[in-house]
């Protein structure tokens, strides 16, 4: 029986180096005309259409339209593009390239995100490093605005990629936020936590992570976690 995996993708394997968020603000300022509009919105661990969504709410004064968010988001994945290929502080965070590329010879796993970018926003992100083939399949922003039923989508791919099902337990959320490990929990997965983004591990143990790092540069301790 195989285990699935799905990994987060900002401050857990990268660090655009806010490119996400210059993106988000160019685009909204294009669309509605207000500058900087993320200073007043926090995004860690949030998907990218609830993003889109609050910044409406926060500074329209008002419930936001689907349609609307679409376009937000299509503005800012098309913002993105430009930003990260060359944008500075850009960086694969410690232990990464090495650990994917272990987890990629093994035939026990499948291997997915479960992110709250939206589908192109990740391949865009991912490609600059040359990581995005790692990742066939994954629950993405465009699926659900909540991370679990982000998640939940993730599982059900992953599952028709290895033409099983897995049992709760066997599928490993890792992530460097909060709402990682809580949408984990909420679909009885084994979560992993990792102190690699804005979070602090004294913060992220109040949440009760299986497992907790600082990084995931020591691959012989994380893969113990894993399997």
Request: aromatic share 8%; hydrophobic share 45%; net charge negative.
């Amino acid at each position: 029986m195989k285990k699935l995996l799905l990994f987060d993708l900002d401050w857990t394997l990268l660090y655009t180096g806010g490119a996400g968020i210059r993106a988000f603000n160019h685009a909204f300022d294009q669309l509605f005309g207000i500058a900087q509009a993320l200073s007043t919105v926090t995004v860690d661990g949030k998907t990218d259409m609830a993003i889109a969504r609050e910044l409406i709410q926060v500074h329209l004064k008002r419930n936001a339209h689907q349609d609307e968010i679409r376009k937000l988001c299509d503005a800012y994945v098309a913002r993105l593009a430009e930003e990260v290929p060359a944008g500075p502080g850009f960086r694969v965070l410690p232990g990464i390239p090495e650990l994917l590329a272990i987890l990629a010879q093994r035939t026990d796993i499948v291997m997915g995100l479960g992110t709250g970018n939206l589908k192109a926003g990740a391949q865009i992100k991912l490609t600059r490093p040359n990581l995005w083939h790692y990742f066939s399949f994954g629950g993405f922003a465009d699926d659900a605005e909540i991370r679990a039923d982000v998640l939940r989508a993730g599982v059900k791919r992953g599952e028709a990629i290895a033409g099983q099902t897995f049992a709760a337990r066997d599928v490993i959320v890792i992530g460097d936020n909060w709402r990682d490990v809580d949408a984990g929990k909420a679909i009885g997965a084994t979560t992993v936590a990792v102190a690699s983004g804005p979070m602090k591990a004294e913060e992220l143990t109040t949440y009760q992570p299986d497992y907790l790092f600082n990084d995931l540069s020591d691959t012989d301790k994380v893969l113990k976690a894993f399997f």
